[in-house]
């Protein structure tokens, strides 16, 4: 009792349980949030260690970066589109061989990453939007948004209802010019592509590309390369035909690659398809970070639809050590 406890006593007592009173270091640190802007102006919420890390990242993009410089300066600005040639070989071999050597340092470098000031550049070349934008007149956007201009249509009416619904809280997508100039690109879209017209999700893709690409024409181009050569056909349709398709593919690699995760979803009788649809049709710009979402579309514009299926499996092979302990409502908040 403490009536019979010397004040030492008691003194040492109350020592013995400052640990547990007092939050350590590292759990003060784990507590504190710290909020910024990343480099696309989205607002980036996290303690100390996630800021630590994020560092972590973009320092080794900044030494992938000068990877990217010294190549530029070796071999030449467009060194991934025009093979050099050597000395001493044939035209043809040369060509060959060239072409192969840059094939395989451009695809390990894109997979480490681009960096954002090449971002524009490497993906309007490589993804073909610019060889696209090459077979139309050059006034061919602008004569677009000026012929659409007041039309009234289904699509326009559903853009307008999701443009202050893109990104909210954006500094410059959730403003007037941000949502005029992301107008402009969907619905010269939805005219170019009547079997597409616009589709929930879209907003996203094309908001992004807008604060990716140098000028919105660039981004109407990505969008439009996007949707025709690189991504599966009819995604964006009505029936959402080829969207349904990749789910059912996806599903079954699901089984196959993570069996336990999938066996144990089933149990859980949830269906992949609520959290996977999402994922392919915003193209994970609603569901990771918009610098790691960019490091994807990195390695989507260059090797294709392929790269949703790869990330997607990633993200359930995360929670596969302890899958057991989430359920459907915590993976709908990825």
């Not at 590292?26 to 480099?39: G, W």
């Not at 000028?215 to 969008?223: N, Q």
């Not at 996007?226 to 969207?243: F, I, K, Q, R």
Request: aromatic residues 10%; proline residues 4%; hydrophobic residues 40%.
């Amino acid at each position: 009792m403490y009536g019979t406890q010397s004040k030492r006593d008691l003194a040492l007592e109350f020592q013995s349980q400052i640990p547990i009173l007092r939050p350590s270091i590292h759990a003060r640190r784990a507590n504190l949030t710290v909020k910024f802007q990343d480099l696309y102006g989205f607002t980036v919420e996290g303690n100390v260690d996630d800021v630590n890390v994020l560092n972590e990242v973009r320092e080794k993009v900044r030494q992938q970066g000068r990877v990217w410089w010294a190549l530029e300066a070796s071999k030449g600005a467009n060194w991934y589109l025009q093979p050099s040639i050597s000395e001493g070989q044939s035209l043809k071999a040369s060509l060959k061989l060239s072409a192969m050597a840059n094939a395989i340092t451009l695809k390990r470098l894109i997979r480490k990453g681009i960096p954002p000031v090449l971002r524009p550049k490497i993906w309007f070349s490589l993804s073909g939007a610019a060889k696209k934008k090459s077979t139309v007149p050059d006034s061919y956007y602008n004569d677009l948004t000026k012929a659409v201009e007041g039309k009234v249509t289904p699509a326009t009416r559903q853009i307008d209802h999701d443009l202050p619904r893109t990104f909210p809280g954006h500094s410059w997508l959730d403003t007037p010019e941000g949502h005029a100039t992301l107008r402009r690109v969907l619905v010269g879209y939805s005219f170019r592509d009547s079997d597409v017209g616009y589709c929930q999700g879209l907003n996203y893709v094309a908001a992004l590309l807008l604060l990716v690409m140098k000028t919105e024409e660039d981004a109407f181009w990505m969008l439009a390369v996007l949707l025709e050569n690189v991504l599966v056909s009819d995604c964006y349709t009505t029936n959402l035909s080829g969207c349904h398709v990749e789910q059912r593919v996806f599903k079954d690699l699901l089984a196959k690659k993570c069996p336990r995760i999938a066996t144990h979803l089933e149990a859980l009788e949830f269906d992949v398809s609520l959290v996977a649809t999402e994922w392919f049709l915003c193209l994970f710009s609603k569901s990771l970070p918009s610098e790691t979402t960019l490091r994807v579309w990195d390695v989507l514009f260059y090797e294709g639809a392929k790269v949703l299926f790869h990330v997607a499996l990633a993200i359930f092979k995360s929670y596969n050590s302890n899958i057991r302990h989430y359920c459907g409502s915590r993976l709908l908040k990825l």
